[in-house]
Structures are given as structure tokens and as C-alpha cells.
């Protein structure tokens, strides 16, 4: 094959790798968006019902005083201000799972192609080829890639199967019409769309790991110092998730699944499970444990915290320490490269033009 044809191939395969890495991304970030939504949207319903309610008793204590101050007027008859909880609830919101049912079918109706491709993938996991397709390991890389949910996993599956199809096809049918082996070319095709996605999931993933790592220092402070002003746990959590997105991108967006999760009914310690155990970090499961503890039994974490973040500051210096040491030996293979041959030009050149002249002047 001619080299400007295989650039050209290599140039279409890394451009089809970054368009389904693109997928992956914003099939994630809609899936964010909507499960924000429907959080607040529950959020809503029960602020408005508990204020239904609120207003139902206090229109009761009303009708109750007054009743008792007419001692034994008609009773029978209701108080012009009071309305009935049904009515009240139709008032506002509606007929019961009216605000549910009208917010499943706008969710319905806003779903988007690649949505509906993770969920037709989403049935295919449990498979046996989706089980070899997306396997253990993938599925903790896709956790520590933050992508949590099944569509998720599903848009993978669907994104190694068509990138390996469509490759391979193309491949197959460009060597064909050249001439070439068209079933090798289809076949080393075939391996490379099926592990192109594992290999931008598994780089992702070693960024993430490495951002867990340099923010775990300031996440530590962070929540020693929301502790001290007063904070519970949950209320500290909820702030770092929601207001601290610049300084701790990757913690924060975990912390923010944790308080989903939380939310929709699991315990603490099985919310946090994930974060404790995705990464592979141990000070990151310390830290975990420790938060834990404190929900369970409470107490005066600060001081605890204080020590640990000291602790993760050394070993921080530690790792830069030996990380300078490297780069020093790095360094002087460049500067014997670089610097040496400038120096033995600015040096040793001028000793050397005069020995030439010298010797062409006796020469002549």
C-alpha cells in the first residue's frame, strides 16, 4: 500500500476513534443532565406537597379555633378559607402522578439518538456477547471514567461493535478494489475498531487516577474546613460537589454520584463503596472510611483530617522529590546533546580556526 494511502488511513481511524470518544462523552453529559433533572423535579413535587400540606393544617387550626370560639355554632358548615387536601393537591399540581406522568413523557420525548443507543445496548450487557464485549475490566474502567450508569456501559458495547463493523468493512472494501489481501486488511481492521474504545477509555482513565492523586490534599482540607464551621457531613459533601467543580473536577463529580446515590435511597457506606474502590487509591479509601465513620457514630473529625492532610502533603513532596531526581538524570543526556557541542564551538573554535590559518599560512 502506498504511503500517502496509509496516512490517509491512519488519519480517518484516529478521526473515527475521536468521534466515538466524543459520543461517549456526551452521552454522558445528557445522561448527567437528565438524572439533574428529574432529581429537581422531585425536589419540586415534594417541596410543593409538603407546603400543600402545611397549608391543609393550617387551614384545619383555623377552622378549629373558630369553631371553638362560636362554641357550638355550625359545625357542620366549613370555613370559607378551607380547602379540601384533594383540592388543594389538584390546585397545585394537579391529579396525582399527573407531574410524574407528564415529566416521563417529556423525558420520552426529548431522548435523543444516542441515548436510544445506549438503552438498546443497555439490553445487550447481560448477553454472553456483551459480557465478552464489555468486560469486568471495562466496566471498572468505565466507572473510574465516571460514566455509572447502564447506558453508558451500553453506548460502549454499541461503540466497539459498530467501530470494529464499520472499520472492517471499509477496510476490507478499500483493499478489495486495490487489489489487496482484502481479508487481512479486514481482519487487523476489525482488532483495531474493537480496541480503539478501550484504549481512549483506558487513557482517560489514567488521567482521572492521576487528578485523584494531586487532589486528594486539597479535597482532605477542604472538608476539614467545612467540618469546622458547623457542617454535617452531608451538607460538607454537597457543597464541594456543587461549588468547588474548578478546584476538585474529578472528586467533585464523584462526590456528586455518591449524593445521587445517597439520594435515591442507599446507605452512606454503600454510596461511597464506589469511590472508595474504583480508583485503586488507599489514602483515597482512608479518607472514605473515615467519612463513614463519622456518619455513622459521629464526632470531631479536624484533627484527624489535620494529620492525615500533613501526612498526604509529605508524601506529596516525597513523590515530587523523587520526580525532580528523574527528571535531573533525564536532563543530562539533553545537555550533553545540546550544550556540549555549542560549548565546544565557543571554546575550542577559536583555537581551531587559528591552528588551520596557521598551518595554510606555512602551507603557502
Excluded at 387550626?61 to 357542620?76: D, V, Y
Excluded at 444516542?114 to 471495562?138: C, F, I, K, M, S
Excluded at 528523574?326 to 565557543?346: C, D, S, Y
Aim: hydrophobic share 50%.
Amino acid at each position: 500500500m502506498p504511503a500517502d494511502r496509509l496516512a490517509a488511513l491512519a488519519f480517518a481511524l484516529a478521526a473515527l476513534g475521536l468521534l466515538m470518544f466524543a459520543a461517549v462523552i456526551v452521552a454522558q453529559l445528557v445522561v448527567a443532565r437528565r438524572g439533574a433533572r428529574v432529581l429537581a423535579k422531585a425536589l419540586e413535587d415534594r417541596a410543593l406537597a409538603m407546603a400543600a400540606r402545611a397549608a391543609t393544617d393550617a387551614a384545619t387550626a383555623a377552622r378549629s379555633a373558630s369553631l371553638a370560639a362560636q362554641q357550638g355554632g355550625a359545625s357542620s358548615r366549613r370555613a370559607p378559607t378551607q380547602l379540601e387536601p384533594g383540592a388543594m393537591a389538584r390546585d397545585i399540581g394537579g391529579q396525582p402522578g399527573h407531574a410524574s406522568a407528564a415529566n416521563a413523557r417529556t423525558l420520552k420525548r426529548r431522548e435523543t439518538p444516542l441515548e436510544r443507543l445506549g438503552r438498546l445496548g443497555a439490553r445487550w450487557l447481560d448477553t454472553p456477547l456483551g459480557r465478552h464485549a464489555v468486560a469486568q475490566e471495562d466496566r471498572r474502567l468505565l466507572d473510574q471514567c465516571g460514566f455509572v450508569d447502564a447506558n453508558a456501559r451500553g453506548l460502549f458495547l454499541m461503540s466497539r461493535l459498530g467501530g470494529a463493523a464499520v472499520l472492517a468493512v471499509a477496510a476490507g472494501w478499500y483493499t478489495g478494489v486495490r487489489g489487496g489481501p482484502w481479508l487481512a486488511a479486514a481482519a487487523v481492521a476489525l482488532t483495531v475498531g474493537f480496541m480503539l474504545p478501550k484504549l481512549v477509555l483506558a487513557r482517560r482513565a489514567s488521567l482521572r487516577r492521576r487528578s485523584v492523586i494531586e487532589e486528594l490534599p486539597g479535597f482532605v482540607d477542604l472538608l476539614r474546613l467545612l467540618q469546622g464551621v458547623g457542617l454535617s457531613l452531608d451538607q460538607s459533601l454537597q457543597v464541594m460537589a456543587n461549588d468547588f467543580r474548578s478546584m476538585l473536577p474529578v472528586l467533585s463529580r464523584e462526590v456528586e454520584i455518591a449524593q445521587r446515590q445517597f439520594v435515591a435511597g442507599r446507605t452512606r457506606e454503600q454510596s461511597l463503596q464506589r469511590l472508595a474502590a474504583s480508583f485503586g487509591n488507599e489514602d483515597l479509601r482512608a479518607v472514605v472510611r473515615l467519612m463513614i465513620q463519622v456518619d455513622r457514630h459521629g464526632g470531631a473529625v479536624q484533627e484527624p483530617l489535620k494529620q492525615f492532610g500533613d501526612r498526604l502533603r509529605e508524601t506529596r513532596r516525597a513523590m515530587l522529590r523523587e520526580r525532580i531526581g528523574r527528571l535531573t538524570v533525564k536532563m543530562t543526556g539533553v545537555m550533553i546533546l545540546t550544550l556540549l557541542p555549542a560549548l565546544l564551538i565557543v571554546t575550542a573554535g577559536p583555537g581551531v580556526v587559528t591552528a588551520t590559518h596557521s598551518l595554510r599560512t606555512q602551507r603557502h
